[in-house]
């Protein structure tokens, strides 16, 4: 069965300072791999997905995630982090060919102190 | 906008109680999804209707949850005698056909007393 783990609950850091949020998954196989963002009071919105090919991937907002298989990993990564960007953020694994069912990660909170 | 729309925003009901959620998706998506976020427990899959096809309902967590989508478009999620740990954001999406990108509406905020 697909699994995702995010290992970090809460992530504080300064505006400014760079970023890197962990999504560990468990598939038989390669995956396709999301990560969505929970700003508050809003719903989830898509911030970039890895289907297959290049194994690092830009995203909308300056972030970009890197798949490595040998780590079945796919942590989204920003090397700068702006006030705007706390919120919660959600990776997710869908099996190929059938995405229609994801399985979200428990989410990590991002606060961004100025 | 034309984004995901779900009613009420929040709801407050007693224990043993009956509930309806209504999710409109955008317009032409013809997948929909329901989600539930607990507090810390992420995003918890439903159900998932794709056209006409018969929906996946593997993760209703008991038989007082369904779920009903008419004229493959308003979907409707109905729980039935609720129990305090069906507190919870309930979570709707929408999507093109088989794209991997959900639109989530802002979720239902159901309270059980």
């Known amino acids: 069965a697909q699994s995702v783990t995010q290992p970090d609950i809460h992530i504080t850091v300064s505006e400014g300072a760079s970023l890197e949020l962990r999504c560990n998954y468990s598939y038989g196989a390669t995956p396709y791999l999301f990560w969505y963002v929970q700003s508050p009071g809003q719903g989830l919105q898509l911030l970039l997905k890895y289907f297959s090919g290049d194994t690092l991937v830009q995203g909308i907002k300056g972030f970009e995630a890197e798949f490595k298989r040998s780590q079945s990993s796919f942590n989204l990564r920003k090397p700068s982090v702006h006030w705007s960007d706390a919120a919660e953020y959600f990776c997710?694994?869908?099996?190929?060919?059938?995405?229609?069912?994801?399985?979200f990660g428990t989410g990590t909170r991002l606060q961004v102190f100025p | 906008g034309a984004g995901v729309s779900q009613s009420p925003s929040n709801k407050v009901t007693e224990k043993g109680k009956d509930v309806e959620l209504r999710c409109d998706p955008i317009s032409g998506h013809t997948a929909l999804y329901w989600y539930r976020q607990s507090l810390g427990q992420g995003l918890e899959f439903l159900i998932y209707?794709?056209?006409?096809?018969?929906?996946?309902k593997s993760g209703l967590p008991s038989d007082r949850f369904s779920a009903e989508r008419t004229g493959g478009s308003v979907s409707t999620l109905t729980i039935q005698r609720t129990q305090q740990e069906d507190s919870a954001v309930y979570l709707c999406?929408?999507?093109?056909?088989?794209?991997?990108?959900?639109?989530f509406g802002e979720g239902s905020r159901l309270t059980v007393l």
């Open positions: 997710a694994v869908g099996a190929p060919g059938d995405t229609d069912k994801l399985i």
């Open positions: 209707f794709q056209g006409n096809s018969a929906p996946d």
């Open positions: 999406a929408s999507s093109p056909l088989s794209s991997g990108e959900l639109f």
